[in-house]
């Protein structure tokens, strides 16, 4: 270490910024809702049509039965071998179809995720940066930033414990990017997000609107080239904040504008569904090569014996819990443990993986929709190659 700086110099200086910047910092990457997924509670049935939603509904032994029953029914004829080739060959121009019927009206703004997932709000201020600016005018500023945060590494476990530990991995994160020389869309931005299977920017811009003003990225993809045409000709759509690019996910050749450990937040919500279960795999480990260390997958999703599966006839089952719908697109329905292999075969570390369950209530019609979700978080460990 460069003269003049000592351990405890490093430590007295790890503490001072910790309790200028700690509390606060941890109260951001902490903060969640009370309740995940929402806290109304149906405790008297009679009540039911009071609201159109209910949360943590639980189902009855005879309700699952029926569930399970109903897919088993409704899978018993399957789409037939040679016919299914098409489903996965033109899937894009499934996709493409789809948003030439709807365009941007068939979704609603996804203003819940910030709800569910507060992990997005980061981009508004970085917990590396809040330790790291003081560093500049600090008796250290003779040492390499390399010096320093490896010293701080050093310092966590006498002085802080995890959290204080993955804020020094941060600042080590930044200054490895530092010395990058690739250009590449957003390459100047303190944290990016990518969001896969944007279709017509339902998140991209609730997403873009909480950026305003901060050093963030966003990238989005889709493989309907019509739904990236739709997000670039949206009047906030703005080439300074957001990238978004036709990519398929599942063609393991395609090149992403980004490169591997650059991102902050992968946002795949009901994505992965519309995928082969046998691909599903391979493109959550490919795009777990692009996640910083520390950097988090965020998951939701269809899930078993959802509404929608339930409603399938016969005859458009592609094979166990993957349909195709009438237009072509296809749906896959989920189990927590499925999400969990998924996300941990790719060496991932589980944060969140919940299912939700809920009623929807038509009270216009005096009907009740089961839904069931599964929602999760994943993390790149911190000590990963991958």
Known sequence: MSRGVSMRGVCGLFLSLWKKTGTHCRRRITSRPPVP?????????????????WD?????????????KKAEENSIVQVPVEEQVKY???????????????????????NWLFQEFPEILSARTSCAEDLAAPLAGSHLSGASRGEVVSALGRAHTAHGGGENRHLCQRMAVEQEEGRRTDIFPGRHATFRIFEVGCGPGNSVFPILNSMKDTGAFLYCCDFSSHAVKL???????????????VH?????????PFPPKSLDIILVVFVLSSIHPERMQGVV???????????????????????????????????????????GTCVYFFTRDEVHHLFVSAGLQEIQNLEDRRLQVNRKKGVVMRRVWVQSKYQKPWDTDV
């Not at 997000?231 to 690019?245: D, G, I, S, T």
Request: charged share 30%; hydrophobic share 30%; proline share 3%.
């Open 248 to 256: 398929d996910v599942c063609d393991e050749t395609a090149t992403f």
């Open 285 to 327: 480990k490919r795009l777990t090569q692009f996640l910083k260390p520390g950097g988090v997958f965020l998951f939701r999703d269809y899930g078993r014996y959802d509404m929608s599966q339930l409603r399938f006839k016969q005859g458009r089952c592609l094979s166990e819990n993957f349909y195709a719908r009438g237009d």
């Open 37 to 53: 997924l929402g806290g109304r509670i149906l405790t008297n049935p009679d009540d039911v049509f009071q609201h159109n939603t």
């Open 88 to 110: 996965d060959k033109d899937a894009s121009g499934y996709w493409d179809g789809f948003y030439k019927t709807h365009q941007n009206k068939f979704f609603k703004d996804r």
């Open 56 to 68: 943590h509904v639980q189902w009855s032994e005879e309700e699952k039965e029926h569930a399970r």
């Open 231 to 245: 997000v670039k000709a949206h009047p906030r759509y703005c080439p300074a904040q957001c990238h978004v690019f």
